[in-house]
């Protein structure tokens, strides 16, 4: 997919509609293919488009090879710049419809598909939320946030760490969110290239299990700095743990000494009251309502 942490542009990324079941594979030239052979009809969207700025680097030698010549760091500077431009596409597509969009990243276990399905089923009535699910392979977690009733689509990226701007573009005109709602995207578990590349959502969202370890926003410090909101969830298991909150929240404020900090747990359902208060705060604002 990219020069910047090496996963492959042998695999194609797939965009799935749980609702209707069809899937589309996203080739890298542009294109895309109905597996069901389904017709699209006019949302909005932009093509996955890659171009020349990603480099087909079927193994180690293509990287090595345009790392001798210097070109490296040029064409991640390219992949970037498209992902950039594309974001702003999507950016512009939220804000002209009046959709709050979060981009939730975390490693793998941080209990993020969970709080999202409770998120959604607690405020069920209250804030209309649509998902877009990204995952490596499987539809698991999409099946999971279908269940709850809202309306899901899945993208799976294969090799690929990281979702990128065109890719949401893409399921975004399959999820057909409606004005005034709010779009979660759960990126795929990886604090490091997330980092990297903005989808065009008004908020990163970094979420952070008490079982990792305080020290992970000083490990991954990027990914800290780029989120506005931290949830250090899973709090319910501190008791059993040797876990020191203060020094992890000292840490994320080191790194980012703006980022909003919540300390939750998904399963007990302790602190989730004031996440769900900021979460109508900010929708709130989108639509220019006063509380």
């Known amino acids: 997919m990219c020069t910047i942490c090496g996963c492959s542009d042998g695999a194609k990324a797939t965009v799935t509609d749980l609702e209707t079941g069809k899937t589309v594979e996203l080739a890298h030239d542009g294109s895309h293919h109905?597996?069901?052979?389904?017709?699209?009809?006019?949302?909005?969207?932009?093509?996955?488009?890659?171009g020349d700025s990603h480099a087909h680097h079927h193994d180690g030698h293509a990287h090595t090879h345009a790392a001798r010549h210097g070109t490296t760091l040029s064409l991640e500077a390219d992949i970037l710049a498209k992902n950039n431009r594309l974001a702003e596409r999507n950016r512009g597509?939220?804000?002209?419809?009046?959709?709050?969009?979060?981009n939730l990243v975390s490693s793998p276990g941080s209990g993020k598909t969970t709080l999202l399905e409770r998120t959604i089923t607690d405020l069920k009535g209250e804030?209309?939320?649509n998902v877009i699910e990204g995952d490596q392979e499987t539809l698991n977690d999409a099946q999971r946030i279908k269940a709850t009733g809202c309306k899901v689509v899945q993208i799976n990226t294969g090799t690929g760490c990281h979702l990128e701007a065109d890719m949401l573009a893409r399921g975004l005109k399959d999820l057909n969110p409606p004005p005034n709602s709010i779009v979660m995207i759960e990126n795929v578990g990886n604090l490091v290239c997330p980092a990297l590349f903005d989808l065009g959502e008004n908020c990163k969202v970094a979420i952070l299990s008490v079982t990792?370890?305080?020290d992970k926003p000083i490990k991954y410090p990027h990914m800290f700095r780029a989120a506005q909101v931290m949830l250090l969830n899973k709090i319910?298991?501190?008791?059993h743990l040797?876990?020191?909150?203060?020094?992890?929240?000292?840490?994320?404020?080191?790194v980012?000494?703006?980022?909003?900090?919540?300390?939750l747990s998904a399963i007990s359902g302790q602190g989730l009251d004031e996440w769900y208060g900021w979460l109508?705060?900010?929708l709130n604002a989108q639509q220019g309502v006063t509380a």
């Open 93 to 102: 597509w939220f804000e002209g419809r009046g959709i709050l969009s979060f």
């Open 256 to 263: 980012n000494p703006d980022i909003r900090i919540f300390q």
């Open 242 to 254: 040797n876990f020191d909150v203060e020094a992890c929240v000292n840490y994320a404020k080191t």
């Open 280 to 282: 109508k705060k900010q």
């Open 127 to 129: 804030l209309p939320i």
């Open 34 to 50: 109905d597996h069901n052979h389904d017709h699209d009809h006019g949302h909005p969207h932009h093509s996955h488009d890659h």
């Open 236 to 239: 319910d298991l501190l008791p």
């Open 212 to 214: 990792e370890g305080e």
